[in-house]
């Protein structure tokens, strides 16, 4: 009801298609940039950026890279924590070895290193589909964390198994405090995050969903499976390992392997099912509700019971939570959250008339 | 390091092999009847095995905690079938795949929240001793609990199998596996079989989750070590009974022998991947599993 | 500059004017492909320039005609100044006419050439070219399907742009020689009236009166080049020409094409017209949409939406005129207009509108209330195809449902005894083509124009039109007997599509109903009453108790009126059938032929008048590939309920 | 009015023969779908293969566009054997299908469904597109404009926006239509066009198989296992019964042919 859209016609494919082709919606959204570039730093306290919304927005990177593979191309993977291991020692690693290594560079390169492994464990998905491949997926899942636990090169034979992550510098200011990390890994999502639209806009993305919707006739239209399938899993674990780089960069400080566990992977597909799969929007929202849901209800409990309740407690109501959450959504609403909201803005825009 | 220690090795391995078959079972009996994979099948051993317990810790006598134990198991499988199942009938099996690691989540709570996070012992009256006349003959080490694990295993599989060649309900059964269509209209009531199988399903979790707790403790990590029963099922072959039995020999086995001979050289632990390498190595060579059915896609 | 040496006395001068002043300002939009393909006033000279090099090449000549028939697109509009470039005068057909309607005016008019949208329009006049030799060339717009015509006329738009683009250089003198001796006093245009009275006339307009009615109309709105207008309208119709081409052509402001007929109304939405001209119809169509879609919203919506629609029209009509308003109203109505009003002009897509005509037909009060009271301005006009369009127009703020406003500029007005209106004006059309008794007959000595309208001027100098000066009749008793004025007040309601009123010289008065297909049915389906089409929904019971409750609503209101209260409708029955203007019963404009109607279902009028509750009817149905049935159907006969005459209330 | 379409004379008149198929026999395992099948097909013409269900039709479309290889027998294309086929070479030599039971992109709307038939001639990088680089937006605009030719052509403006999933069966076939010629194919290949439609949609499809070879000059392959309107829109007629062919030639010969009325007898048409 809030939309006055006569008079905003398109001369041009390129105003077609453009992400926000409404002139109010652009204006929100620049706003909302705005907002979160400045007054956000400005006046969000530390524990907020550091506790909330910098893991928000990492996490809502990792989302992306599963919605890419999972919501986009159609494959079920369960090993992205995996490939944010495999960032996060990367770049650890470039970093530590490679005196003088810029960190963005470190950043792109330790994308490039989980791409290429997620490429070796997508190779499987040119044979087989569905199922079997989310067993294979299973395999980097354990495998990686496996082999960075065993070998201690990877952690510079360090006894504690913990590497403790480089200060972040780019052009000799050292992005240390949390006002600083968040604009960083804000820019860094947020850049990313218009690729993926693009992409998923784009050519690209329509024979991504063309192999989801139905690899048969993609293949008949001259799609090239298996390149197509290859160049999701290696793109999605771009978007995995820059977002576990990040994860241990600019949010945890030191990692160890079992950080990345496989329980962490479940998370992360779970942020796409209730965030929306197949949508850029629902990645974001996706990890605010799972990122959120255990607070609020430590919350809600001490409000409740006050301090008795002990911490196995609200650990198993938060299970049992997510999973009822995830078997609810996938009844109910299986596009998730982004859905409703397309659904909310479309009854706007046709406001007052119902449809 | 000589023949003994590799049969010792071998045996183990296959010993616990029967293990991940047990486990692979349950996912096969379900995935057969309702072409539904059920992630929870791990979940739903570690419940079964915990809820014994935790009767018997109330007190109740072995056999009594083992027929409520039975009971809960059944009404979860079926209440996992009408509360989760049927509403996404006809949904891709990716969607049901994910449905089940929800409904992992919600089983590890349920059983986290009513018997508490400690790890249980479970004692079924045989020692974890190796077989004296086997040691003192051939010399070697054989847990007699492995070997008591492999009978009820096999009493198992056989009850099944006779289950299913026999009576009207595995005749039932198998044609639903076939094809649910056909199977209506012959007028096989689906939903009862579908509620019957994910019973059984329950049954057989519990008998492996009480054999692996008895092992090694009644914990949280059966529901990980459980998912060791997927490499299982994709060499034997998703709908194949027998073909998980073999498969879950040669899992364990193989796994095993790798940890002890190959380990080594990289630290040990390899058994955490190995089966799932074995596996993708399988499914390279030989995508439908040992026994599976060959794959057409119509177009 | 020369534009001041030169006077700008015809279209294709005024093209190259603007082209000069704003070429680079869009002058047609055609939704095409997806986007709105724009063409600017430099683009459009340049391809009329090109258009009209291979068009005499091809033979048009000065005082040639040629015939357009398509819908709205600027290759036809092109087409036609190209013509008017060369002396030549436009023909104007209605696209949906059928073949054999097309064989008059192509042979009464000697039209030589012709420009076709499509296959559809090709085939047509393939079917007559034996009986139009004169006919030499067929332009083409949409090659679709014309790969294997082989006959010599044929020529596709595209190639005859390539031979004008070829041929330009050459004939660059001669065109600028044909634009110079062109001038105002040349006709322009002639447009076939949709002939409510008898056979169809083309009506011969020249470029001054063309123009003259446009800059008038023009200045009086204060429209511009940044105004935009929805071409959606039959080109065939002087209306459409009027707002879709003289105007823009003198004001130079942009129209738009819609992609078709099914997306008309998104498409509207998306250019969102500040120019919008409907005809009552169109306008009872957006009505009847949106009371249906709102039929379907939640309760708590529907509920807003009535309060809403119920303030609107106690204040909202005022508020759009200017008129003072109470504080409290005012601040209501701008909530209102928050919550409904405002989206509710946006997706009809009328949120720019800044001056919306509607003419054509006389307008149920209710309607233009309806919009006016949600913040449109839409405003009655009075006109012909004779006086091109406007004679009168409604001023800003002084809109009455029952008037078409006063004389616009340059207008002069007078009655004759019979209440009959005549017109003098500079629009008024040079000749009816090749007939010059009709001319005479219509247009007398002293250059008065007999407009065949009854009606009169208020104390307030604004005219009321009351009917066709002869469908005027009286009732037995004397009464004065306005069918149209009848009529109208039913079609307001959503649920009546046409009605026919009868009673002149008869006792009382008595209706024909048809019902509205999509609003009766959508109404029936909430009842969930099942029916199979429109025959058997007119036959339901409910439906007469529905059209009833409409007709003595109607009754009620008519009792108000001290002239009127005797034309109350006593009898009324709902047509088995839709009146259809391939049967003959409507005009090409949907403008219902009472006579006709009346001679055909005589045995229907007759039951009317008598007493029995139901006749038995045949009649027969033209389907759209010319195929005849006949439908035999059960008519029920229903009284309505009528009201004593209101006393005249002491003020 | 598909038939009196056809009465003008053609745009495109018949040409060689530009795919030949000889001896193909395909088996599954035990089960034969085909015997020994040969037959030509020639440059635009309209082509039909019908036969009762299970004649192995849809089989021998599948051998043509390469997602069966047959155990035996060959195809040519303009006279070149064809080795090896795949569904992609063949998408590439200008071969392009629609499937019986309706294969869209369910997910997608119509616009991007068609666009997505466009993909061969799109080779920009993912990089190219992710960065909206030169390249990347000049294809997709110029796609866009021949994709938008086909919507015009196959009259779907008022849904280009409509996900594919929310259409109508008869429109979700016309689309099918038009994705598959998007990549503007010189054999088109439609499986069971008119399965399942009532008869206006029928008379629509026709329409626009027909107005698809006329206009664009396309050669057309069509099976059907209902032979009225096949008959009225087709050049030649292949009729295939249990995997063997039963007959060849025009409508009129093959509606004479004693084995064909034979094979068709039970089969209600």
């Known amino acids: 009801m809030f939309y006055r859209e006569a008079g905003q016609f398109r001369t041009s494919y390129a105003q077609d298609t453009q992400i926000f082709p409404l002139r109010q919606d652009r204006l929100a959204m620049m706003a909302l940039l705005a907002a979160a570039f400045i007054a956000v730093p400005l006046f969000a306290s530390d524990y907020w950026l550091r506790a909330l919304l910098i893991p928000w927005l990492i996490f809502s990177l990792v989302a992306l890279g599963q919605n890419i593979l999972t919501g986009y191309a159609g494959q079920l993977s369960l090993g992205s924590a995996g490939f944010m291991a495999v960032g996060a020692f990367a770049c650890y690693n470039f970093m530590l070895r490679v005196d003088g290594m810029p960190f963005l560079v470190a950043l792109v390169l330790s994308g490039l290193c989980a791409a290429a492994v997620g490429m070796a464990f997508g190779l499987p998905s040119l044979r087989i589909r569905g199922l079997y491949l989310a067993v294979a997926t299973l395999a980097a899942q354990f495998f990686i964390v496996w082999a960075l636990d065993k070998f201690a090169w990877f952690k510079n034979n360090d006894p504690s198994g913990v590497i403790t992550a480089q200060p972040m510098k780019i052009l000799g200011y050292s992005f240390a405090s949390p006002q600083a990390k968040y604009i960083l890994v804000l820019a860094i999502v947020a850049g990313l995050a218009l690729l993926a639209k693009n992409m998923a806009r784009g050519a690209t993305g329509r024979s991504w969903m063309a192999v989801r919707d139905m690899d048969v006739a993609a293949e008949v239209m001259g799609l090239p499976l298996m390149r197509t399938k290859l160049q999701a899993f290696a793109i999605s674990s771009f978007y995995c390992g820059v977002g576990g780089a990040l994860f241990a960069f600019a949010y945890l400080g030191t990692v160890e392997p079992s950080a990345f566990t496989i329980d962490l992977s479940f998370r992360i597909l779970f942020m796409i099912i209730i965030g929306g799969v197949g949508t850029i929007l629902g990645s974001f929202l996706g990890a605010a509700f799972i990122l959120l849901l255990p607070i609020l209800l430590s919350v809600l409990f001490h409000a409740v019971f006050g301090k008795i309740v002990d911490a196995s407690v609200t650990s198993s109501v938060e299970l049992i939570v997510f999973g009822s959450l995830i078997i609810v959504f996938l009844i109910v609403e299986p596009h998730g959250l982004a859905r409703l909201w397309q659904v909310t803005k479309e009854r706007l825009r046709l406001w007052p008339f119902p449809h | ?299 | 500059m020369r534009d001041s040496q030169e006077p700008l006395d015809t279209f294709p001068k005024l093209l190259m004017h603007h082209a000069r002043q704003r070429g680079e300002r869009a002058a047609i939009r055609e939704k095409k492909h997806g986007i709105w393909k724009t063409l600017t006033w430099m683009q459009l000279s340049e391809k009329v320039q090109a258009i009209a090099a291979a068009l005499s090449e091809s033979g048009l000549k000065r005082g040639g005609h040629l015939a357009l028939l398509g819908d709205n697109r600027p290759r036809l509009y092109a087409a036609m100044c190209a013509a008017q470039w060369l002396g030549a005068v436009a023909v104007p057909l209605y696209e949906d006419a059928a073949a054999s309607e097309l064989v008059l005016p192509l042979f009464s008019a000697g039209v030589t050439h012709i420009f076709a949208e499509d296959q559809e329009q090709v085939d047509k006049i393939l079917e007559i070219l034996p009986q139009c030799p004169a006919v030499t060339t067929i332009v083409y717009d949409e090659d679709r399907g014309m790969r294997h015509y082989a006959q010599p006329q044929l020529i596709s738009f595209a190639a005859l742009r390539e031979k004008g683009l070829d041929l330009l250089a050459a004939r660059q003198g001669m065109l600028q020689d044909e634009l110079a001796k062109g001038n105002g006093s040349d006709a322009a245009a002639m447009f076939f009236t949709s002939g409510t009275t008898g056979q169809a006339k083309g009506v011969v307009l020249t470029h001054d009166s063309l123009i003259d009615r446009a800059r008038v109309a023009a200045e009086l709105e204060g429209l511009n080049d940044t105004d935009v207008a929805v071409a959606y309208l039959p080109p065939a119709w002087i209306g459409q020409n009027i707002f879709s081409y003289a105007q823009p052509m003198v004001v130079g402001y942009c129209i738009c094409c819609p992609e078709s007929q099914e997306t008309f109304l998104s498409d509207m939405r998306e250019v969102g017209p500040t120019y919008f001209f409907a005809p009552p119809r169109v306008l009872e169509a957006l009505l009847t949409q949106v009371s249906i879609r709102m039929e379907d919203a939640g309760r708590l919506k529907r509920a807003l939406y009535e309060r809403c629609m119920s303030l609107a029209g106690r204040v909202g009509a005022r508020i759009t005129s200017g008129e003072a308003v109470g504080l409290g109203d005012r601040m209501a109505y701008s909530l209102g207009n928050l919550a409904i009003y405002g989206p509710l002009r946006d997706v009809l897509g009328m949120s720019q509108v800044r001056v919306a005509y509607t003419a054509g037909e006389a307008v149920g009060p209710e309607l233009l209330m309806f919009f006016r009271s949600i913040g449109i301005n839409v405003k009655q006009l009075y006109g012909s195809t004779e006086t091109s369009v406007f004679v009168c127009v409604q001023p800003n703020g002084q809109v009455k449902p029952d008037t078409v406003g006063p004389a616009v500029q340059g207008v002069e007005l007078k009655f004759t005894a019979n209440r009959e209106l005549l017109v003098r004006s500079p629009g008024l059309f040079k000749e009816y083509h090749l007939n010059p008794e009709a001319t005479r007959a219509a247009k007398d000595a002293d250059g008065w124009f007999h407009t065949g309208d009854a009606g009169y001027l208020g104390e307030d100098g604004h005219l009321r039109i009351i009917d066709r000066v002869k469908d005027v009749g009286a009732l037995a008793d004397g009464t004065l007997f306005a069918p149209k004025l009848l009529e109208n007040k039913l079609k307001f309601f959503p649920f009546v599509k046409e009605a026919v009123a009868f009673g002149d010289g008869r006792d009382r008065v008595c209706m024909f109903v048809n019902i509205d297909m999509a609003a009766v049915g959508n109404w029936a389906d909430k009842k969930n009453i099942a029916y199979t089409g429109h025959s058997d929904l007119a036959s339901r019971a409910e439906v007469h108790a529905l059209i009833g409750d409409c007709v003595a609503k109607v009754n009620a209101d008519l009792a108000t009126d001290s002239t009127l209260s005797s034309s109350q409708i006593h009898r009324f029955l709902v047509l088995h059938k839709e009146l259809d203007a391939d049967d003959g019963e409507l005009t090409r404009t949907r403008k219902v032929r009472r006579g006709f109607i009346g001679d055909r279902y005589q045995t229907l009028v007759a039951a009317l008048y008598g007493s029995q509750p139901s006749v038995r009817v045949d009649a027969e149905v033209r389907y759209e590939d010319g195929r005849v049935a006949m439908v035999s159907a059960d008519v029920k006969l229903c009284n309505a309920k009528t009201y004593p005459a209101a006393p005249l209330k002491a003020a | 009015m598909s038939i009196q379409l056809h009465a003008h004379a053609r745009a495109f008149p018949i040409g060689a023969t530009i795919l030949q198929v000889e001896d193909v026999s395909l088996r599954f395992g035990g089960v034969k779908a085909l015997t020994k099948i040969s037959f030509d097909v020639r440059e635009h013409e309209v082509r039909a293969i019908i036969g009762p269900n299970g004649a192995g039709k849809s089989s021998m479309l599948n051998v043509i566009n390469g997602v069966y290889r047959p155990q035996e027998g060959t195809l040519s294309f303009r006279g070149s054997k064809l080795e090896g086929m795949t569904p992609r070479r063949a998408a590439h030599m200008g071969i392009s299908r629609t499937f019986q039971n309706i294969a869209l992109f369910k997910g997608m709307s119509v616009l991007d469904n068609i666009m997505a038939g466009r993909n061969l001639r799109m080779h920009a990088s993912f990089l190219e597109v992710a960065f909206r680089l030169p390249r990347a937006l000049r294809e997709e605009n110029e796609n866009r404009d021949k994709v938008e030719e086909i919507i015009e052509f196959l009259e779907i403006e008022h849904i280009r926006k409509t996900p594919v999933g929310r259409l109508p069966y008869g429109l979700q076939k016309r689309v099918e239509l038009g994705r598959a010629l998007a990549a503007e194919p010189k054999i088109l290949l439609l499986d069971e066009p008119m399965a399942g439609m009532n008869i206006e949609e029928k008379q629509d499809m026709c329409r626009f198989v027909l107005d698809v070879n006329d206009h664009y000059g396309t050669t057309v392959v069509l099976i059907e296992h209902d032979m009225g309107v096949v008959m009225d829109i087709s050049d030649r007629v292949v009729v295939l019964d249990y995997g063997k062919k039963i007959g060849d030639g025009s409508p009129d010969e093959v509606r004479a042919d004693q084995n064909v009325i034979d094979a068709y007898l039970g089969v209600a048409h």
Request: hydrophobic fraction near 60%.
């Open chain 2, 1 to 299: 390091m000589g023949f003994q220690f590799f049969m010792e090795v071998l045996i183990g391995g296959l010993l616990s092999g029967v293990m991940y078959a047990l486990v692979a079972l349950g996912f096969v009996l379900i995935y057969k009847a309702s072409g539904v994979f059920n992630f929870a099948q791990g979940a739903m051993v570690f419940f079964a095995a915990l809820s014994f317990v935790g009767f018997m810790e109330l007190g109740l006598p072995f056999w009594a905690a083992l027929l409520v134990t039975i009971g809960v198991m059944v009404l979860l499988g079926m209440a996992t079938e009408r509360f989760v199942l049927r509403p996404l009938v006809n949904q891709s099996e990716i969607t049901l795949l994910m449905a089940t690691i929800g409904l992992t989540f919600v089983i590890e709570g349920v059983a986290q929240l009513v018997w508490g996070v400690g790890v249980r012992r479970l004692d079924l009256g045989i020692k974890d001793v190796p077989l004296p006349w086997l040691a003192d003959k051939t010399g070697i080490f054989i847990s007699q609990l492995d070997v008591f694990a492999a009978v009820v295993a096999g009493i198992l599989v056989a009850t099944l199998a006779l289950l299913f060649a026999k009576t009207d309900i595995g005749r039932a059964l198998r044609a639903v596996a076939d094809d649910h269509a056909a199977a209506l209209s012959i007028g096989i009531p689906l939903k009862r079989i579908w509620a019957l199988v994910w019973a059984i399903a329950g049954i057989v979790a519990l008998v492996a989750g009480m054999l692996w707790g008895a092992r090694s403790g009644v914990q949280f990590a059966l529901v990980f070590v459980a998912l060791k029963a997927l490499p299982v099922l994709i060499i034997g072959g998703f709908t194949s009974v027998p073909g998980v039995i073999v498969a879950g020999l040669i899992v364990g086995a193989a796994e095993k022998m790798a940890e002890v001979y190959v380990g080594p050289k990289f630290g040990g632990g390899i058994e955490s991947w190995f089966p799932y390498a074995l596996a993708i190595l399988f499914l390279l060579i030989r995508p439908e599993g040992l026994f599976g059915e060959k794959i057409i896609r119509r177009v």
